[in-house]
């Protein structure tokens, strides 16, 4: 069964990140959430033990970038990035990205790099 999502509609909660719109959470018939990011400079290195993610800029600072486990990556409007299980991310300056997130996006399966369950090993 098709699923329309109004991002404007969905109520924005806070993440690493900034602040997370999340689409399709929950829906039975969808292997993946898509989230709208609103990113801010301030935004927290974190990881997945389970989920990949891939995301798509849509909008950024000009000197704006991915760091990937401490290497950071330049990006610009309609770059894409996959982000594999156990990576330590964070975006580095002001951003709105697309985030698909495979399998759906579980909140108990975003790690903080400060925490200290956060040991990057099978759990």
Known sequence: ??????????????????????????LAQSPI??????????????????????????????????????EQIPVRPGTAVLIPPRTRHRAVGTMRVLVMSHPQFDPADEWATEDERAENVES
């Open 1 to 26: 069964m098709p699923a329309v999502a109004d991002f404007d509609a969905i109520a924005p909660v806070p993440c690493p990140c900034g602040f997370s719109r999340r689409a399709f959470a929950g």
């Open 33 to 70: 959430t898509l989230h709208r990011v609103d990113i801010s400079r301030d935004a927290k290195v974190h990881f997945h033990k389970r989920l990949t993610e891939v995301y798509y800029i849509l909008d950024c600072d000009g000197d704006a970038a991915l760091e990937l486990d401490g």
